[in-house]
């Protein structure tokens, strides 16, 4: 099996287009609004992976695994660490 391309993240000012985040599936490539912080950076990065890896899903599905993991996650603690 060939090998995926992997999944590049670009932290941008997305207000122009009134989104948190977007993905372009066909180039695996996610845009995250780098003004996001806590919790909600890490639902939106999780929404837009699961949109690159299943297109086809309909966006409530995305929205509501993406919850999911992302209350996992912050719930075990997880958090990212600003670097600037």
């Not at 180039?27 to 639902?43: A, P, Q, T, V, Y």
């Not at 599905?61 to 603690?77: S, Y």
């Amino acid at each position: 099996m060939a090998k995926k391309i992997p999944i590049k993240v670009i932290l941008s000012h997305l207000g122009q287009y009134h989104a948190d985040g977007m993905a372009e599936c066909e180039n695996r490539i996610i845009f995250i609004d780098k003004r996001l912080r806590g919790h909600r950076k890490m639902e939106v990065i999780i929404h837009e992976i699961i949109h690159v890896q299943n297109p086809k899903w309909p966006e409530i599905m995305v929205e509501g695994k993406a919850r999911e993991i992302a209350d996992i996650l912050w719930e075990m603690g997880f958090r990212a660490v600003d670097h600037g």
